[in-house]
């Protein structure tokens, strides 16, 4: 093995992409191969990086969502071809939004049953929309501290972007499912996880609410400026998370490298933990990389990046190398987080890879393709 490459650009992605902070860890059947962190958790007081240092996950947290709706299914209190509408009832009739000839919108009820199924897949036709007028509604009526209950009833008021399961469209699909599994277990998302994600893997540094005690570990996050061509301080602002009290399913989690890259192998080792705990079957891992992609589908998971990949629950997966251009293997699967975030796991090369860095309009589609070209050409040198 030869990181030279892999850290040359690593240290470089500042200057290349204007990525103030780099964190990056590698597993190899069991062991860590590489880790190498780079750049600064502020740009402004020039403080280097630290290896504890925490981030918004973003959409990396949706693998935890994936991992326990999956295990509801397996403990018997979920089928996914069940009505979403048996556990949250402000999904029984759901309008569909239909445009005419002229342009003008109005809605039809749902030629399909919504269904959990779609909301693993991302085929519900539930958008995104962070400042959707419902929930700014919501917000104001709970003070600024509504639910997830209450966001999400207050989101199934919106109709649906398609008829279930004709299209794949990223958006709350998960954050959906986090509520059902709040109700059939009877206690908060977050503490849900707790109990039986981060505590059996042995997660100690991964939360659900930016607490002030946590404030000074964070990495500043920025956004990168196309016109200044630079990064700008953002702060520990997280345009997904509606308030104090929600926890959200598709973009809540806060963690570090060092705890995700435990979550990260135990995905990769079919559902058992670097402790020995298992917390999910192989096979629910094998059918969470699966690609649940169809010919009605298929066509709208068309971003750049993606190419060679098919969708499973949560997940990118990798079906052709051919169409992808990727070095990686088959069956390896991962997904990204809104600030930089990089989860990856290939059950194949017993292969676990966590890269965090904390900069909205992150360069995902040019550093993560680079990243996984960069670590699997070195394995073999």
């Known amino acids: 093995m030869n990181f030279k490459y892999l850290t040359e650009y690593i240290d470089n992605l500042y200057d290349l992409e204007g990525v103030p902070s ?25 403080e280097p990086i630290r290896r504890d240092d925490l981030y918004y996950m973003y959409s990396a947290s949706k693998l935890l969502t994936m991992v326990a709706a999956l295990q509801q299914l397996e403990r018997g209190k979920i089928l996914l071809q069940e009505p979403v509408s048996k556990y949250l009832p ?21 030629r399909h049953t919504l269904r959990i199924w779609h909301l693993m897949t991302m085929t519900s036709g539930i958008a995104y929309n962070t400042k959707a007028p419902e929930i700014m509604a919501c917000m104001e009526e709970h003070n600024g501290a509504p639910s997830t209950a209450d966001i999400i009833k207050a989101f199934a008021t919106r109709p649906l972007n398609f008829h279930p399961g004709e299209h794949w469209m990223y958006g709350f699909s998960h954050d959906v499912l986090a509520r059902i599994i709040e109700v059939v277990t009877g206690e908060s998302f977050g503490n849900y996880v707790q109990k039986n994600i981060f505590d059996p893997i042995g997660m100690k540094n991964s939360y659900y609410h930016l607490t002030d005690d946590l404030i000074p570990r964070m990495a500043m996050q920025y956004k990168f400026d196309a016109a200044q061509g630079k990064p700008i301080e953002f702060g520990f602002k997280n345009d997904h998370i509606f308030g104090p009290k929600f926890e959200s399913g598709g973009a809540g989690c806060i963690s570090c490298v060092d705890d995700y890259i435990l979550f990260a192998e135990t995905l990769t080792h079919k559902g058992v933990a670097p402790n020995g705990n298992r917390i999910l079957s192989g096979r629910a891992v094998d059918l969470m990389r699966s690609d649940c992609l169809d010919d009605n589908t298929r066509p709208d998971f068309n971003w750049d990046a993606f190419r060679g990949y098919g969708y499973g629950f949560g997940v990118r997966t990798f079906i052709s190398p051919a169409k992808g251009g990727s070095l990686t293997s088959l069956g390896e699967f991962a997904w990204g987080g809104a600030a930089g975030a990089y989860v990856h796991c290939d059950p194949e090369k017993e292969l676990s890879i966590v890269y965090l860095q904390h900069m909205l309009n ?20």
């Open 22 to 46: 780099r964190d990056i860890v590698i597993y190899q059947k069991g062991k860590e191969i590489y880790r190498h962190s780079a750049g600064y958790r502020n740009l402004a007081t020039a």
């Open 90 to 110: 402000e999904y029984v009739n759901p309008k569909v939004k239909v445009m005419d000839a002229r342009g003008a919108s109005s809605t039809v009820p749902a």
């Open 362 to 381: 992150s360069k995902e589609p040019i550093v993560h393709p680079r990243l996984r070209n960069l670590i699997y050409a070195a394995l073999e040198y």
